[in-house]
């Protein structure tokens, strides 16, 4: 069984830093990369950052400079800081996990982040 509860979003402004927090609760211990998706109203979901087990990051280039996707084992928290949030960034933000062994996918419920003046 596999739970992910996101926090951290919020409102804020242009320019602004918001930092988002997952923590996942695993039955057993997996290997597995960690994302950030996010979906802005009408458009499609999309990866934002992913992490694997040994800490090597992919960021889409929409946000690459101003995100950084980082994971914490001991605390099984995976963290997205955003620095320089521009409207555009404007999503649900969903905290994912892919396990290495079995691809399955597990899905956070998602924090709303609004970036507005």
């Known amino acids: 069984q596999v739970e992910m509860v996101e926090s951290g979003g919020g409102l804020v402004q242009p320019g602004g830093s918001l930092r988002l927090s997952c923590g996942v609760s695993q039955y057993i211990f997996a290997l597995n990369t960690l994302g950030w998706y996010r979906q802005a109203p009408g458009k499609q979901r999309e990866l934002a950052a992913s992490i694997t087990v040994s800490g090597l990051t992919n960021y889409a280039d929409s946000v690459k400079g101003r995100f950084t996707i980082s994971r914490d084992n001991a605390k099984s928290t995976v963290f997205l800081q955003m620095d320089k949030l521009k409207p555009d960034d404007t999503a649900v933000y969903y905290c994912?996990?892919?396990?290495?062994?079995?691809?399955?996918?597990?899905w956070g419920q998602g924090t709303q982040v609004t970036v507005s003046s």
């Open positions: 994912h996990l892919e396990s290495i062994l079995t691809g399955r996918d597990y």
